[in-house]
Protein backbone atom coordinates (compact mmCIF):
# COMPACT_ATOMS: atom_id res chain seq x y z
CA UNK A 1 0.00 0.00 0.00
CA UNK A 2 1.44 3.44 -0.99
CA UNK A 3 2.04 6.20 1.67
CA UNK A 4 1.87 9.12 -0.63
CA UNK A 5 0.14 9.20 -3.70
CA UNK A 6 -0.06 11.87 -5.57
CA UNK A 7 -2.61 13.02 -8.60
CA UNK A 8 -3.26 13.69 -11.30
CA UNK A 9 -0.01 11.70 -12.73
CA UNK A 10 0.09 14.16 -15.70
CA UNK A 11 -1.26 17.22 -16.03
CA UNK A 12 -1.37 19.68 -19.13
CA UNK A 13 -2.60 23.16 -19.06
CA UNK A 14 -2.54 26.69 -20.94
CA UNK A 15 -0.48 29.28 -19.96
CA UNK A 16 -2.42 31.46 -17.02
CA UNK A 17 -4.62 28.30 -16.53
CA UNK A 18 -4.73 27.95 -12.42
CA UNK A 19 -5.07 24.63 -11.26
CA UNK A 20 -3.77 22.39 -8.28
CA UNK A 21 -2.14 19.24 -7.26
CA UNK A 22 -3.28 16.78 -4.73
CA UNK A 23 -0.40 14.38 -2.67
CA UNK A 24 -2.66 11.99 -0.41
CA UNK A 25 -0.54 9.90 2.83
CA UNK A 26 -1.30 8.00 5.07
CA UNK A 27 1.33 7.60 8.15
CA UNK A 28 1.45 7.35 11.71
CA UNK A 29 3.14 10.35 12.52
CA UNK A 30 3.83 13.58 10.04
CA UNK A 31 7.03 15.00 10.91
CA UNK A 32 7.23 17.19 7.51
CA UNK A 33 5.88 17.65 4.23
CA UNK A 34 7.62 18.20 1.61
CA UNK A 35 7.50 19.83 -1.98
CA UNK A 36 10.02 19.38 -4.77
CA UNK A 37 10.39 20.26 -8.20
CA UNK A 38 12.25 18.12 -10.74
CA UNK A 39 12.94 19.07 -14.24
CA UNK A 40 14.17 16.17 -16.55
CA UNK A 41 18.29 15.30 -15.98
CA UNK A 42 18.25 17.00 -12.54
CA UNK A 43 17.87 16.43 -9.18
CA UNK A 44 14.55 17.48 -7.23
CA UNK A 45 14.74 21.05 -6.48
CA UNK A 46 13.36 22.41 -2.83
CA UNK A 47 9.92 24.19 -2.91
CA UNK A 48 8.44 23.96 1.05
CA UNK A 49 8.54 22.18 4.11
CA UNK A 50 5.15 21.94 6.29
CA UNK A 51 4.34 20.40 9.53
CA UNK A 52 1.18 20.75 10.80
CA UNK A 53 -2.61 20.91 9.89
CA UNK A 54 -3.65 24.46 8.14
CA UNK A 55 -0.26 25.36 7.45
CA UNK A 56 0.56 27.33 4.13
CA UNK A 57 3.62 28.46 2.36
CA UNK A 58 4.00 30.70 -1.13
CA UNK A 59 6.67 31.36 -3.32
CA UNK A 60 5.88 32.93 -6.50
CA UNK A 61 3.18 31.59 -8.14
CA UNK A 62 2.97 28.67 -6.21
CA UNK A 63 1.30 27.86 -2.94
CA UNK A 64 1.61 24.84 -0.74
CA UNK A 65 -1.22 23.96 2.00
CA UNK A 66 -2.06 20.60 4.50
CA UNK A 67 -4.80 18.94 6.08
CA UNK A 68 -4.39 15.82 8.26
CA UNK A 69 -4.93 13.60 5.00
CA UNK A 70 -3.09 15.56 2.19
CA UNK A 71 -1.51 18.45 0.71
CA UNK A 72 -2.47 20.16 -2.23
CA UNK A 73 0.07 22.65 -4.04
CA UNK A 74 -1.85 25.16 -5.94
CA UNK A 75 -0.25 26.72 -9.55
CA UNK A 76 -1.79 30.54 -10.36
CA UNK A 77 -1.09 31.86 -13.67
CA UNK A 78 1.35 29.11 -14.77
CA UNK A 79 4.23 30.05 -17.27
CA UNK A 80 6.16 27.56 -19.57
CA UNK A 81 8.38 27.61 -17.20
CA UNK A 82 6.64 25.74 -14.33
CA UNK A 83 6.58 22.64 -16.48
CA UNK A 84 8.47 20.02 -14.78
CA UNK A 85 7.86 17.54 -12.43
CA UNK A 86 6.51 18.14 -8.93
CA UNK A 87 7.32 15.20 -6.21
CA UNK A 88 5.78 15.05 -2.81
CA UNK A 89 7.42 13.57 0.33
CA UNK A 90 6.61 12.63 4.13
CA UNK A 91 8.88 12.54 6.51
CA UNK A 92 7.82 10.30 9.78
CA UNK A 93 9.06 10.36 13.38
CA UNK A 94 11.23 7.82 13.46
CA UNK A 95 13.19 6.30 16.47
CA UNK A 96 15.64 4.60 14.99
CA UNK A 97 17.51 7.49 13.99
CA UNK A 98 16.69 7.23 10.16
CA UNK A 99 14.59 9.83 8.81
CA UNK A 100 14.33 9.94 4.97
CA UNK A 101 11.36 10.96 3.25
CA UNK A 102 8.81 8.61 1.57
CA UNK A 103 8.39 10.03 -2.18
CA UNK A 104 5.24 9.81 -4.57
CA UNK A 105 5.35 9.08 -8.18
CA UNK A 106 5.10 12.81 -8.60
CA UNK A 107 2.70 14.77 -10.83
CA UNK A 108 4.24 15.66 -14.40
CA UNK A 109 3.41 19.43 -15.07
CA UNK A 110 3.07 21.01 -18.90
CA UNK A 111 2.30 24.23 -19.46
CA UNK A 112 1.61 25.44 -22.63
CA UNK A 113 2.49 28.66 -24.30
CA UNK B 1 23.34 28.23 -1.35
CA UNK B 2 23.09 24.05 -0.54
CA UNK B 3 24.44 22.41 -3.81
CA UNK B 4 25.11 18.17 -3.81
CA UNK B 5 26.91 17.59 -6.05
CA UNK B 6 26.85 13.73 -7.96
CA UNK B 7 29.20 11.59 -10.23
CA UNK B 8 29.29 10.53 -12.34
CA UNK B 9 25.92 11.53 -14.12
CA UNK B 10 26.01 8.22 -16.16
CA UNK B 11 27.95 4.59 -15.45
CA UNK B 12 28.14 1.44 -17.59
CA UNK B 13 29.94 -0.97 -16.44
CA UNK B 14 29.93 -5.23 -17.14
CA UNK B 15 28.08 -7.06 -14.85
CA UNK B 16 30.36 -8.85 -11.59
CA UNK B 17 32.69 -5.36 -11.40
CA UNK B 18 31.93 -2.61 -8.66
CA UNK B 19 31.10 0.84 -9.34
CA UNK B 20 31.69 3.67 -6.95
CA UNK B 21 29.58 7.21 -6.61
CA UNK B 22 30.10 9.89 -5.54
CA UNK B 23 27.82 12.77 -3.52
CA UNK B 24 29.51 16.08 -2.47
CA UNK B 25 27.66 19.07 -0.82
CA UNK B 26 29.70 21.77 -1.84
CA UNK B 27 28.75 25.15 0.33
CA UNK B 28 28.00 23.39 3.34
CA UNK B 29 28.44 20.66 5.82
CA UNK B 30 26.15 17.88 5.55
CA UNK B 31 25.96 16.10 9.07
CA UNK B 32 23.40 13.92 7.12
CA UNK B 33 23.58 12.26 4.06
CA UNK B 34 20.85 9.73 2.02
CA UNK B 35 21.28 7.46 -0.86
CA UNK B 36 18.15 6.59 -2.89
CA UNK B 37 17.26 4.68 -5.91
CA UNK B 38 14.86 4.75 -8.52
CA UNK B 39 13.54 2.73 -10.94
CA UNK B 40 11.19 3.81 -14.12
CA UNK B 41 7.89 4.65 -13.68
CA UNK B 42 8.43 4.29 -9.99
CA UNK B 43 8.74 6.63 -6.89
CA UNK B 44 12.21 7.48 -5.10
CA UNK B 45 12.80 4.79 -2.53
CA UNK B 46 15.24 5.43 0.18
CA UNK B 47 18.17 3.19 0.51
CA UNK B 48 20.23 4.00 3.23
CA UNK B 49 20.87 7.15 5.87
CA UNK B 50 24.28 8.08 6.44
CA UNK B 51 25.71 10.13 9.47
CA UNK B 52 28.92 11.34 8.99
CA UNK B 53 31.79 9.50 11.13
CA UNK B 54 29.16 6.44 11.63
CA UNK B 55 27.68 3.16 9.62
CA UNK B 56 24.94 3.58 7.55
CA UNK B 57 21.62 2.58 7.84
CA UNK B 58 19.62 0.64 5.69
CA UNK B 59 16.33 0.53 4.91
CA UNK B 60 14.52 -3.02 4.73
CA UNK B 61 15.73 -4.97 1.76
CA UNK B 62 18.59 -3.29 0.91
CA UNK B 63 21.40 -5.41 1.28
CA UNK B 64 24.68 -3.82 2.89
CA UNK B 65 27.21 -6.03 1.63
CA UNK B 66 26.26 -5.04 -1.79
CA UNK B 67 25.51 -1.59 -1.50
CA UNK B 68 28.60 0.01 0.50
CA UNK B 69 28.18 3.41 1.47
CA UNK B 70 30.96 5.65 3.34
CA UNK B 71 30.35 9.54 4.81
CA UNK B 72 33.84 9.89 6.42
CA UNK B 73 33.67 13.65 5.82
CA UNK B 74 31.03 16.26 6.51
CA UNK B 75 31.20 16.79 2.78
CA UNK B 76 31.72 13.53 0.79
CA UNK B 77 29.45 10.36 0.99
CA UNK B 78 29.96 7.41 -1.28
CA UNK B 79 27.55 4.62 -2.39
CA UNK B 80 30.12 1.73 -3.74
CA UNK B 81 27.68 -0.75 -5.38
CA UNK B 82 29.82 -4.27 -5.52
CA UNK B 83 29.54 -7.00 -8.02
CA UNK B 84 27.05 -5.46 -9.88
CA UNK B 85 24.43 -7.19 -12.12
CA UNK B 86 22.02 -6.31 -14.44
CA UNK B 87 19.06 -6.17 -12.00
CA UNK B 88 20.81 -3.23 -10.25
CA UNK B 89 20.79 -0.90 -13.30
CA UNK B 90 18.72 2.23 -11.83
CA UNK B 91 19.11 6.09 -11.13
CA UNK B 92 20.59 6.46 -8.06
CA UNK B 93 20.66 9.82 -6.37
CA UNK B 94 22.19 11.25 -3.34
CA UNK B 95 20.97 13.87 -0.75
CA UNK B 96 22.76 15.98 2.21
CA UNK B 97 21.29 17.44 5.09
CA UNK B 98 23.27 20.09 7.52
CA UNK B 99 23.16 19.99 10.76
CA UNK B 100 20.01 21.08 12.84
CA UNK B 101 18.33 21.25 9.45
CA UNK B 102 15.35 19.33 8.02
CA UNK B 103 15.98 20.39 4.01
CA UNK B 104 17.49 17.71 1.89
CA UNK B 105 19.43 18.79 -1.22
CA UNK B 106 19.58 16.70 -3.93
CA UNK B 107 22.19 15.95 -6.39
CA UNK B 108 21.77 15.53 -10.14
CA UNK B 109 21.69 11.40 -9.76
CA UNK B 110 23.84 8.65 -11.51
CA UNK B 111 22.43 6.87 -13.91
CA UNK B 112 23.89 3.25 -13.37
CA UNK B 113 23.76 0.54 -16.65
CA UNK B 114 25.26 -3.35 -15.42
CA UNK B 115 25.51 -5.29 -19.17
Known amino acids: EDQVTQSPEALRLQEGESSSLNCSYT??????LFWYRQDPGKGPEFLFT???AGEEKEKERLKATLTKKESFLHITAPKPEDSATYLC??????????????FGKGTHLIIQP | GAVVSQHPSWVICKSGTSVKIECRSL??????MFWYRQFPKQSLMLMAT?????????EQGVEKDKFLINHASLTLSTLTVTSAHPEDSSFYIC???????????FGAGTRLSVL
Open chain 1, 50 to 52: LYS
Open chain 1, 27 to 32: VSGLRG
Open chain 2, 50 to 58: SNEGSKATY
Open chain 2, 95 to 105: SARGLGKNIQY
Open chain 2, 27 to 32: DFQATT
Open chain 1, 89 to 102: AVQEYSGGGADGLT
